[in-house]
Structures are given as structure tokens and as C-alpha cells.
């Protein structure tokens, strides 16, 4: 008598192909991310607010080519130089905390070299406050 062999068993699929695409997927994902250096500590950006409040104070126009302006004058020292006047008249006998508020427009485009220079003026000028106009995007 002649017997079949017992049938056999379907050889279980090999997992190792897919291990080998997670692991290539891991490691194009580990080198495409970029991956930056955590910050030295928690810094809080300050946040643009929409105020017409702002717009009472002493108003500086610069333009990004670096022109300044106040009011009529135009060019940075007759600008500076009418800012200071209007600053003495506004103010008075009154003291160094009571000043008007002074508030630079500043261009997109002006160049952040001539805002930090204009800032540093104004501080040799005596204002001590400055409020930067900005838009929310």
C-alpha cells in the first residue's frame, strides 16, 4: 500500500523584509529632518497688538532707504532736532518719567542697522521709551 506524504505546511512569510524597509524609512527620516540645538533658555517674543493708542505719542517716520522724518522735517538731524523741540514744549518743567511717549514707524525694508543706530541717538537724545509700530501678519 501506498500512502501520500502528509501535505506540507506553507512556509510562514518572512517578516524580515518589512523590518528592513521600517528600519530605511527610520533612518531617511533621522537624516532629512533637521534637527536644531535646544535654546539656552525660554524666551517670550513680544506679540504685535493692534492699537490706535500708539499713534498719540511723538511719531518717527523712517523710510527704508533710512530717511527720517517728524512731522514737516525731514532728514536725520531736522528730524531729531524738531523731535527735540516738540519734546521740550510738550514737556516743560516736568520730569524725566513724564515725558511724552515717542513712537517710531519704521519701514519694513528700512535696514535694521539704521534702526539700531536711530534707537542709540535717541537714547543720547534723553527718550528713554520707544514704541516700535508693527502689523499683525
Same mark, same amino acid.
Do not use: W, Y
Given at each position: ?41 525660554? $524666551?517670550?517674543?513680544?506679540? *504685535?497688538?493692534?492699537?490706535? %493708542? &500708539?499713534?498719540?505719542? !511723538?511719531?518717527?517716520? #523712517?523710510? @527704508?532707504? /533710512? ?35 515717542? $513712537?517710531?514707524?519704521?519701514? *519694513?525694508?528700512?535696514?535694521? %542697522? &539704521?534702526?539700531?543706530? !536711530?534707537?542709540?541717538? #535717541?537714547? @543720547?537724545? /534723553? ?11
Amino acid at each position: 500500500m501506498r500512502f501520500d506524504p502528509p501535505p506540507r505546511k506553507p512556509a510562514p512569510e518572512s517578516v524580515v523584509p518589512m523590518i528592513n524597509v521600517v528600519f530605511l524609512l527610520l533612518i531617511f527620516f533621522l537624516m532629512a529632518a533637521q534637527i536644531t540645538p535646544p535654546a539656552p533658555f525660554e $524666551v517670550e517674543p513680544p506679540e *504685535a497688538e493692534v492699537e490706535d %493708542a &500708539a499713534e498719540t505719542g !511723538l511719531v518717527l517716520h #523712517l523710510a @527704508a532707504a /533710512g530717511t527720517l522724518g517728524f512731522r514737516d522735517a525731514v532728514g536725520e538731524d531736522a528730524a531729531l532736532a524738531a523731535l527735540s523741540a516738540e519734546r521740550t514744549a510738550l514737556c516743560g518743567a516736568c520730569d524725566g518719567d513724564e515725558t511724552p511717549p515717542v $513712537v517710531l514707524r519704521a519701514d *519694513a525694508g528700512a535696514p535694521a %542697522a &539704521a534702526v539700531a543706530a !536711530l534707537l542709540s541717538k #535717541l537714547g @543720547a537724545e /534723553g527718550v528713554g521709551d520707544v514704541s516700535l509700530i508693527t502689523v499683525r501678519p
